[in-house]
C-alpha cells in the first residue's frame, strides 16, 4: 500500500508540526529522491517511528545526508539499546529496506532492496 503523502504532511508523521519552512519541505524532497523506492515504504517507515517511540528511538530527517535516520537517544539501559538494534534490524529484513548502520545508535534507510 502507498500512501503518496505530500511534504508537510511526511514532516507531520514525524512529528514535526510546528515548525515546517521551504528548507525542511525541501530536504524530504531531495530524501524522496534519494531513496529508492520511497513511495513503496513510507508506510512501513511511519510504522516503525511509531513502535519506536516506546523503547526511546524515533525516525528523522538527517541532518548530514539526504536520507531519513533511525535514532536511539542516549540510554545507558542496555536492554533498550540492544531492542532498539533488534527492532531495526528485523523491520529491514521484514520489508526488505536497504539500511546503512552509522554507529550503534543510528542508521540511515537507503530504500527497498530491489
Not at 12 to 30: D, E, F, M, R, T
Not at 78 to 106: C, G, M
Request: cysteine-free.
Amino acid at each position: 500500500m502507498q500512501l503518496n503523502l505530500s511534504n508537510e504532511a511526511i514532516l507531520k508523521q514525524l512529528g514535526v508540526i510546528s515548525s515546517v519552512n521551504n528548507a525542511l519541505l525541501n530536504q524530504v524532497s531531495a530524501v524522496r529522491e534519494n531513496t529508492n523506492k520511497f513511495e513503496a515504504i513510507e508506510k512501513h517507515i511511519f510504522d516503525l517511528h511509531n513502535s519506536l517511540e516506546k523503547i526511546n528511538g524515533y525516525v528523522a530527517l538527517s541532518n548530514s545526508e539526504n536520507y531519513l535516520k533511525i535514532k536511539h537517544r542516549e540510554s545507558s539501559n542496555l536492554v533498550q539499546n540492544s531492542e532498539f538494534n533488534e527492532i531495526v534490524e528485523k523491520w529491514a529484513e521484514r520489508y526488505k529496506i536497504s539500511i546503512k548502520s552509522i554507529n550503534d545508535k543510528t542508521y540511515y534507510i537507503l530504500g527497498l532492496n530491489h
